[in-house]
């Protein structure tokens, strides 16, 4: 009698981790990433905490200093182990250097201003000139009483002021004239001051007038003339007289003159 059994086959082995594994290590990682990022906010934290106590272990130590200061201006350096004198030289010398600073900023503030912000002084001053004793208008030297504060105005053609910079002027003259004449019916002696636009049209500031006398020698007048006039950049200024020869060239006695206010 043949009898048959059956050999039960073996178990299969499953390669690859087990589910359980997968799960550890997944939270494994989570944990290891949380941590890190933990860490670096707890790093960022801790620097911005270190730096506040810094600050205000600073300003402990400032405030004991000046406590300290304090007992050895009252006379209680005896109580801590600071030398008040040579703590109280250093901190005047401290204050002073500071002090120092700051004077040499305002003076530099001060000047700086003086230099660039402060209007330039505009000023000119000339004589009549003696060769010149022709033509209406009158003709000024560039010797003598001459005077030109900066390049701000100019004498052009030796006749005329010219502005540089607008703003209001004083502008002046004297006219010293011979007021001896031979005709009574003589036209009375004019002097005007005028003013020329940047276009180039003249017109007439102010104006006197003077009349002629008989008297023996000649006799001499003054006309003098003056006002505040706001002046545009690129006019010009000049003296008229109706008859320049008999304008007195002394010195001293017939000028022009302007001045920025």
């Known amino acids: 009698m043949i009898e048959t059994y059956s050999q039960t086959s073996p178990r299969s082995v499953t390669s690859g981790p087990s589910v359980s594994m997968k799960i550890f290590m997944y939270l494994l990682t989570v944990f290891l990433i949380t941590q890190m990022i933990g860490s670096a906010l707890f790093a ?38 600071l030398n008040c004198e040579e703590i109280r030289s250093q901190f005047e010398a401290f204050v002073k250097d ?7 900023k305002k003076k530099e503030q001060h000047f700086e201003m003086q230099r660039g912000d402060q209007d330039p002084q505009i000023a000119a001053h000339v004589v009549s000139d003696a060769s010149s004793k022709t033509g209406s208008v009158l003709q000024w030297a560039k010797k003598g009483y001459y005077t030109m504060s900066n390049n701000l105005v100019t004498l052009k053609n030796g006749k005329q002021l010219v502005i540089q910079r607008e703003g209001l002027y004083y502008v002046y003259t004297q006219v010293t004239f011979c007021s001896n004449r031979e005709t009574l019916g003589q036209t009375p002696f004019i002097a005007s001051l005028c003013l020329r636009s940047t276009s180039g049209s003249e017109r007439i500031l102010l104006r006197a007038a003077n ?14 003339l003056g006002g505040v006039f706001e002046l545009q950049s690129g006019a010009s200024v000049f003296v008229n007289v109706t008859d320049p020869s008999q304008v007195n060239h002394g010195t001293g006695f017939t000028s022009f003159g302007l001045l920025k206010l």
């Open 44 to 81: 960022v934290y801790l620097h911005r905490r270190l730096d506040k106590i810094e600050d205000e272990r600073n300003l402990h130590e400032d405030f004991v200093f000046m406590k300290r200061i304090q007992k050895c201006n009252k006379g209680e350096g005896s109580l801590s182990l």
């Open 98 to 104: 500071i002090m120092l600073n700051e004077e040499g």
């Open 211 to 224: 009349t002629h006398s008989s008297s023996k020698p000649c006799g001499q007048q003054s006309i003098h």
